[in-house]
């Protein structure tokens, strides 16, 4: 079993939901997300994911679009976030998801990726699951967990295809479209979460979308993770160049699996 699929396996036995934050890497710079997956990490993070910088992010909202185009400009690249990871590992025992678009990955090279990423699982957001056979066994070839995302356009045929490939979780998208925090969260989430079940024992984690403590309790109720991005994006964003930046986001972060009062 993968740290992803023990991490899994002791909240159930615990009987909690995990907590998935996501951070860009290089926003603001390299030091300061050093420092925010550590205060990830003590804040209550289960898993973390951290993004590769792209320049042409489709499948994200403004929040993480900006954030990414603020770690292009620092010059970050994947070897950097790499590297970043591998500096935080001796300070946390948290997964670490690596979310990326096939291209920075392609350039750099799966072998070399695989064999040097000191990650736990990579997620590719724009590799289909049907051209990703040769990714997915690179991967596991290597101990590493191929992350899959569904969304409530899937087919039952690709959601048990996509199963067929997933290892660690499965990443169900709340409702269609690109990143982004949402006042209210949509039906279509537990439906879909639902039907990854119906073919899948993989646990399965809930993102795009989620903001409050509120959603992340009621996505608990339906699916074993919320995973929250742009609202934590967006604070660091509002607290650029603040002295108390990774502090106020771990406090934050902490906000967001506090037991309701």
């Known amino acids: 079993m993968s740290r992803i699929g023990e991490t899994f396996a002791s909240l159930k036995r615990l009987g909690r939901g995990g907590f998935i934050p996501f951070v860009v890497a290089g926003d603001p710079d390299l030091a300061t997300t050093e420092r925010l997956l550590i205060e990830l990490a003590a804040a209550g ?22 954030a990414s185009e603020r770690a292009l400009r620092n010059g970050v690249t994947l070897r950097d976030a790499l590297s970043c ?5 001796q300070h946390i025992d948290v997964p670490i998801v690596l979310f990326s678009y096939f291209n920075p990955l392609l350039q750099f090279g799966e072998e070399q990726l695989a064999g ?8 590719v957001t724009d590799l289909i699951p049907e051209e990703a056979e040769w990714w997915t066994q690179t991967l596991l070839g290597q101990g590493l967990d191929p992350i899959f995302l569904v969304a409530p356009t899937t087919s039952d045929e690709r959601l048990a295809y996509i199963a067929q490939q997933a290892r660690g979780f499965i990443y169900a998208v709340s409702r ?7 006042d209210q969260m949509t039906r279509d989430a537990e439906a879909l979460v639902k039907r990854v079940r119906a073919v899948s024992d993989l646990p399965v984690a809930v993102g795009f979308g989620i903001s409050t403590p509120e959603q992340v309790r009621l996505v608990w109720r339906f699916a074993d993770a919320a995973v929250v991005g742009s609202a934590i994006v967006r604070e660091i964003e509002t607290l650029d160049n603040s002295p108390d930046l990774v502090k106020r986001v771990g406090e934050f972060a902490r906000s967001l699996v506090a037991p309701a009062s």
Do not use: C, M, W, Y
């Open 45 to 66: 993070a289960n898993i973390i994911e951290l993004g590769v910088p792209f320049s042409d992010p489709v499948a994200d909202g403004e929040v993480i679009q900006r």
């Open 176 to 182: 269609a479209g690109v990143t982004g925090a949402r």
């Open 116 to 123: 040097k990423a000191g990650v736990d699982a990579v997620l």
């Open 85 to 89: 990871v591998s500096h935080i590992k």
